[in-house]
């Protein structure tokens, strides 16, 4: 019985990761998956090693962290290690969205594949925000207290909820305590929701970049796409160690280098980098409850995209206008991360409010528009 299900676990591993027949002409854009794969089994690894060290307690949690980096064995090359990956994490997985949304690879039959996709991106900001508090530097102590004072925009038990996360009527050691642990237990939710992500895609397989379908144009995971993989994820650990050895702090923050002080604020309250272009619409909106809504709102809308683009046409390869649209939607994203960057002051206000406007009319109106005008040159060509 043993030796049966061992071998259906090997034809199932098989099936999923050796044998799956994928379109020959996939390039290296599509090795983002086996990247963020990576990112999250070294991230769940070395947090295991880190929280055997971590004392998750106001006055002991930001001394513990310093306690790892100069008294255990190596344990500075692990904390630096776990900081680095949770910023490539997200470079990664913002690349991915954007080589999905350039191929159309959110279309049908692939939208539960999207939708999964989406979820995880959520569940990745949730955690890496549970992360930059644990330190308990300047940044982490104002950062929680700033983000998690957001849900008090909730109409009638908002304050109530705030004060059940804090723990009392602060961030205090109850709050740090159950960051912790849901910043432990987290990643393993994900990592189910990448493993739903990744049977979802072996359903049909990877979209093929001429937005075709190409069931006879097929070949195997390994050792084709495998090799792609590994050139790739070699190359990672090549820059991922320039940065760990050499600019190990290059993507933090100074003040969270800082022992957290109640009664200093610092001059400028931000997040990490990759949390910036949804802070930046956030503040746009004068209005706090709107504020939240919006910010939620703006990855939440990812899930719509399935249905507001109504082309024919799948992937941006052969749509002239839809190209423009996706690189002038590239470059607000950027706009949008510099001032989440910035005091909330004039003339940054201003761009973000406008960048704000073009992120949601990108999806609510652009998107449809170019499809429908796409579509009725189409009938009007073939008739």
């Not at 530097?137 to 908002?158: D, R």
């Not at 503040?283 to 109504?310: C, E, Q």
Request: charged share 10%; glycine share 6%; net charge neutral.
């Amino acid at each position: 019985m043993r030796i049966l299900k061992s071998h259906s676990l090997l034809r199932l591993f098989n099936s999923y990761v050796v044998d799956s027949p994928q379109p020959a002409n996939i390039s290296y854009m599509w090795n983002f998956g086996s990247l963020l794969a990576t990112c999250l089994v070294i991230q769940i690894l070395t947090g295991a090693f880190l929280a055997m060290h971590y004392q998750a307690h106001v006055d002991f949690a930001f001394n513990s962290v310093e306690h790892i980096m100069r008294d255990v064995n190596n344990g500075w090359l692990i904390r630096y290690t776990h900081a680095n990956v949770a910023s490539f994490f997200f470079i990664f997985v913002y690349m991915h969205i954007a080589r999905n949304m350039y191929y159309g690879s959110y279309k049908s039959p692939r939208v539960l594949v999207w939708s999964i996709g989406v979820i995880i991106l959520v569940l990745m900001m949730a955690i890496a925000f549970l992360g930059y508090v644990l330190p308990y530097g300047q940044m982490s102590l104002w950062g929680a207290t700033v983000i998690t004072n957001l849900l008090s925009a909730i109409p009638v038990f908002g304050q109530d909820l705030v004060e059940l996360i804090w723990g009392g009527f602060s961030v205090s050691n109850a709050t740090l305590n159950r960051f912790f642990s849901l910043h432990y237990i987290l990643p393993f939710l994900l990592a189910a929701l990448a493993l739903g992500h990744m049977i979802a895609l072996h359903t049909h397989g990877s979209n093929n970049p001429n937005g075709i379908s190409s069931n006879g144009d097929r070949i195997a995971i390994s050792p084709y796409f495998m090799f792609k993989d590994l050139v790739t994820i070699f190359f990672f650990f090549l820059v991922l160690s320039i940065f760990v050895f050499y600019y190990p702090n290059a993507l933090g923050h100074s003040d969270n280098y800082i022992p957290a002080n109640p009664m200093s604020t610092p001059a400028s309250i931000v997040p990490e980098w990759y949390l910036l272009p949804y802070y930046a619409i956030l503040r746009s909106i004068p209005n706090k409850l709107l504020g939240v809504i919006a910010m939620f709102g703006s990855l939440l809308i990812l899930l719509i995209l399935p249905i507001v683009d109504v082309s024919r046409i799948r992937g941006n390869q052969f749509r002239p206008a839809m190209k423009l649209a996706f690189w002038f939607f590239v470059v607000n994203f950027f706009i949008l991360m510099w001032i989440g960057s910035q005091h909330p002051d004039s003339p940054y206000l201003e761009i973000g409010q406008i960048s704000t406007a073009f992120y949601f009319i990108w999806f609510l109106a652009i998107v449809p528009a170019i499809g429908l005008a796409e579509n009725t040159l189409i009938d009007i060509a073939t008739e």
